[in-house]
């Protein structure tokens, strides 16, 4: 009853507190409230599917509505256009609602040749002068209609009370200064209203001639193009006002362009949000009221069609969205996203369900792991759902939507991997006890000693290594056991006949095959060893050439075949010989951290992976089901699978009962780690119709489970490696191609670094507290584990498009290799760390430290590096020579020094 109790405590902790986040995230933001009238605001009556690029304009009743929702707020409107029939009929129809307009003929085309003499004949023109000259005459042409359009406008509406010839013309460079004083004294000469140009402040204060030549100021200050935070924003724009009025102090200003975009990508400080959009805009307004400021908000609507040359935040400057719904009040609080509530019950509504069942059935569990993985699973929900409903609150540009297509599914994954350790660490920190827990203490007693055959494959192994290997066999405490050593493919006869003459010195237990050119690598020769095994046999025992075991193995081990259930019996695979090799050290620590964590975690719902060494099999399990498979290179692992598959069960101690040698160098090391990932994905693609959900293939749910999940962070690693060779094409893009590349979103790149926290948490947390070594083996674990993310996610890769490769032996006792060698060794994760920080320094240099996003982007590519760092690490301390070293730091204090490993 209290446990059942502690479950709905918890799912009650878990709906409140999702709930609350979101409710913190999205809390209305408070501002300075705004109740008047604005002056004018910018009047473009495009609407969601109307493009004037592509000739598509709204009809007058569109206008017509458009400009009586705008009356209600504003005194005036601004025009940028006049040559269209549209453009004509504003202002009559703004005269209806008492609207008073500033007509715009909008000037562009500079020559594009200065050198370009438009009196030269076409027949004698290039093909280069030529476009320029089509260009130029098109320009003319435009600013002509533009020009008389403006005239017409003027003379014909009373309620036109100024013109502004040109928008940042002399900005964009499409005019010079004396061109554009000949436009404005044109219009001037025809008109009784004042004539103006608009520019930024740089340009009014540079220029004094165009001043003289205007009638009154038309500044444009736009504090996000400045990169301004939007809490000074306000104060930079009167700043700039009062800069030129202090110049010009007896000309009018019109601040002709003031505002803040509501969505879009940031620029320096400047962040556009519809809470900045209206904090700004309540703060500007108040202090222009204030000042009796003239001025003019950009603008009524937001305008998707100027996504094509102002990228996304080009679109978002209106009050109201396209749609016409106003984005924000002036007066009341301001709420950035509105549909937060229906995103935050969906992610608990999602969410409620695996965390019932999982808190209905974990009644093992203690309510701290309970709450600790509900929480876990929880934010991956709630993070799925916020970046799974931007699209539907958010605009992209292409390349953004491109890239969101791609990041989803790998965000999902990564998500799945943190949820995977999550599991992991729940179940070994937080159960009241273990499920299935092997030990010598608890293993039962031998009642009988049927036969064991042991069989042990050598392929080009030294061999006074396997000399050793069969001395520790003959001291086995078991009466009943054979030895059958095949040495398979070996070609120089000084290799193994050795082995063979040191097998019949050992007696008749010990037989010894040579097996020529033989197919099917190791799982070949054991096969054949299955012919040559003695009848009698009822357990086959495999031991790697290099292993030394402890006397009672057997005698420990086979007694757990009394249970006809019981398919096999594992042990860990551990190592010897480490101690005075810092590299040794590293990689001895990563491969225990699988079999004193992973294995445990998976051994609790009988779905351990089999290794091929320290493993002892039943024989008849082994026969009925198909012996070894030839198909694959991890032959272990696929029988492990396979018997399960037939519903027999498997025992895991993670006592060590023998010990062998670890790879010898980084090459060794990282090749062995391919072969697991390759053959896993071969396994996965032979057996995924057994691993599928919700159908009978002799597999239990949890083993689905740990056979899918367990591989699953190798496929991590996978995209890892796409998206470290992506992100270098993309951050080439965002230096030559700006308007057409966007930096990623930072939902999207956050979680590359959060993951990659993660995953070192979990490392060194479990380790803590699961396997028995110091601060800095567990940190010489983790960097091995992850220098191994380049070679695990080509083998992943490999595997997926490829049928099979060769069998990759892994081989022992080598020299050190030389500095040169180590680096070569590492060659290609070294050219991928190079990659990742030459695009951060690129990045930063070309955006500038200032950019948010360019240092977001300059971060991501710098944690993506760290594996690849760790690998070339890795590969130099294989090179160095560390015995004096790991002598001091393995000595006590005041002690002695252990003695050197025996040559």
């Known amino acids: 009853m ?45 609407r969601k599917d109307d493009d004037p690029f592509q000739n598509k304009y709204p009809p007058l009743s569109s206008i017509d509505s458009d400009l009586a929702l705008v009356a209600k707020k504003v005194k005036a409107i601004r025009l940028y256009n006049s040559s269209e029939k549209n453009d004509q009929a504003i202002p009559a129809m703004a005269a209806k609602y ?7 003929a909008w000037i562009r085309g500079a020559l594009s040749e200065p050198n370009l003499r438009l009196d030269k004949k076409r027949a004698d023109m290039s093909p280069d002068e030529l476009k320029a000259y089509n260009l130029q005459m098109a320009a003319l042409t435009s600013n002509e209609e533009e020009l008389n359009g403006v005239i017409h406008m003027a003379l014909a509406n009373p309620n036109v009370t100024r013109v502004i010839i040109g928008n940042e013309t002399i900005y964009r460079g499409e005019a010079t200064v004396p061109q554009l004083i000949r436009y404005i004294k044109r219009v001037k000469d025809r008109i009784r209203q004042p004539v103006s140009t608009a520019e930024p402040a740089y340009v009014w204060l540079s220029h004094p001639e165009l001043v003289r030549a205007a009638d009154f100021i038309a500044l444009h200050v736009l504090p996000y193009w400045e990169g301004m935070p939007v809490s000074s924003a306000v104060d930079y724009v009167f700043g700039e006002v009062k800069a030129v009025q ?23 400080q400047a962040e556009p949000s519809v809470i900045n959009q209206a904090l700004f805009l309540r703060r500007f307004l108040n202090r222009a009221a204030e000042d009796g400021l003239d001025y003019n908000v950009i603008e009524a609507f937001d305008q998707p069609w100027k996504k094509a040359f102002e990228w996304t935040v080009g679109t978002h400057w209106g009050l109201w969205d396209a749609d016409r719904n106003p984005k924000f009040s002036m007066v009341e609080p301001v709420q950035e996203v509105k549909q937060w ?18 808190l209905s059935n974990w009644q093992h569990l203690r309510t701290r792991g309970k709450i600790f993985f509900a929480v876990l699973v929880q934010f991956a929900v709630s993070l799925m759902v916020w970046t799974g409903t931007v699209p539907m609150i958010r605009d992209f540009a292409p390349s953004t939507e491109l890239m969101y297509s791609v990041l989803m599914p790998a965000q999902l994954i990564l998500l799945v991997v943190v949820l995977i350790a999550g599991y992991e660490m729940t179940e070994l920190t937080w159960a009241r006890q273990r499920r299935r827990d092997f030990s010598p203490e608890t293993a039962p007693k031998p009642t ?58 050992l007696g008749e237990r010990f037989k010894f095959y040579h097996l020529g050119k033989w197919p099917g690598a190791k799982s070949g020769a054991l096969n054949f060893a299955l012919t040559q095994t003695d009848p009698e046999a009822e357990v086959i025992g495999v031991i790697d050439s290099d292993y030394q075991v402890s006397p009672d193995w057997l005698s420990t081990l086979v007694p757990y075949f009394e249970n006809p259930k019981v398919g096999w019996v594992q042990a860990p695979q551990d190592h010897r010989e480490w ?8 990689i001895n620590w990563e491969y225990a951290g699988f079999f004193d964590i992973g294995m445990v975690a998976r051994n609790e719902d009988n779905a351990i992976i089999q290794h091929g060494t320290m493993t002892l099999i039943r024989r008849k399990a082994l026969e009925d089901t198909g012996k070894w498979s030839e198909w694959t290179i991890t032959e272990d692992a696929e029988l492990g699978l396979r018997l399960l598959e037939h519903g027999y069960e498997s025992v895991y101690l993670s006592h060590r009962f023998g010990h062998g040698l670890t790879p010898d160098d980084f090459t060794a090391y990282k090749k062995q780690r391919f072969r697991w990932a390759y053959g896993a994905v071969q396994i996965l693609k032979g057996h995924w119709r057994a691993l599928m959900p919700f159908r009978e293939t002799g597999l239990t749910a949890s083993q689905k489970y740990h056979f899918v999940t367990g591989w699953l962070p190798w496929f991590a690693d996978a995209f890892y490696l796409l998206f470290t060779v992506l992100s270098v094409f993309w951050t080439i893009g965002l230096v030559a191609a700006p308007r057409i590349f966007d930096f990623p979103m930072a939902i999207f790149v956050m979680p590359t670094v959060g993951v990659f926290v993660a995953k070192l948490v979990h490392h060194l947390f479990l380790y803590s507290t699961r396997v028995k070594c110091n601060w800095r083996q567990r940190i010489g674990s983790a960097i091995a584990g992850m220098g191994l993310t380049y070679y695990i996610g080509k083998a992943m890769w490999q595997g997926v498009f490829t049928k099979t490769i060769p069998f990759l032996r892994t081989p022992k006792c080598a020299d050190k290799a030389a500095w040169t060698a180590a680096f070569m060794m590492a060659s290609e994760e070294t050219a991928l760390m190079l990659s990742q920080w030459i695009c951060a320094a690129l990045i930063l240099f070309v955006k500038g430290w200032h950019d948010l996003d360019a240092r977001m982007w300059a971060l991501v590519l710098s944690v993506q590096s760290i594996p690849y760092a760790a690998a070339l690490a890795t590969a130099m301390l294989s090179a160095l020579p560390t015995e004096r070293l790991m002598r001091r730091l393995n000595t006590p204090k005041g002690g002695e020094a252990p003695p050197a490993p025996a040559e």
Request: glycine share 6%; charged share 15%; proline share 8%.
């Open 341 to 358: 509530p229906v995103q935050a019950i969906s992610a608990t509504l999602i969410a409620i369900l695996p965390v019932m069942w999982l």
């Open 246 to 268: 202090a110049i010009y102090p007896d000309k009018h200003i019109m601040l002709a362009e003031v505002g803040w975009p509501s969505a879009g990508k940031g620029r320096q």
């Open 448 to 505: 009988r000693f049927p036969k064991v055959s042991l069989h042990l494959p050598c392929y080009n192994e030294p061999p006074e290594m396997v000399k050793l290997t069969l001395d520790s066999l003959t001291q086995l405490d078991y009466p009943n056991f054979e030895v059958l050593v095949l040495d398979n493919n070996t070609r120089d006869p000084e290799v193994w006949k050795p082995v063979q003459a040191y097998c019949a010195e």
């Open 579 to 586: 101690e005075f090799d810092l590299f040794k050290e590293c």
């Open 2 to 46: 209290l446990r059942r109790f502690s479950g709905l405590f918890v799912l009650l902790c878990i709906i409140l507190g999702n709930l609350g986040v979101w409710w913190l995230m999205n809390r209305p933001a408070n501002g300075v409230a705004w109740d008047g009238v604005i002056s004018s605001i910018s009047f473009s009556p495009f």
């Open 98 to 104: 008492g609207l008073t307009v500033t007509a715009g």
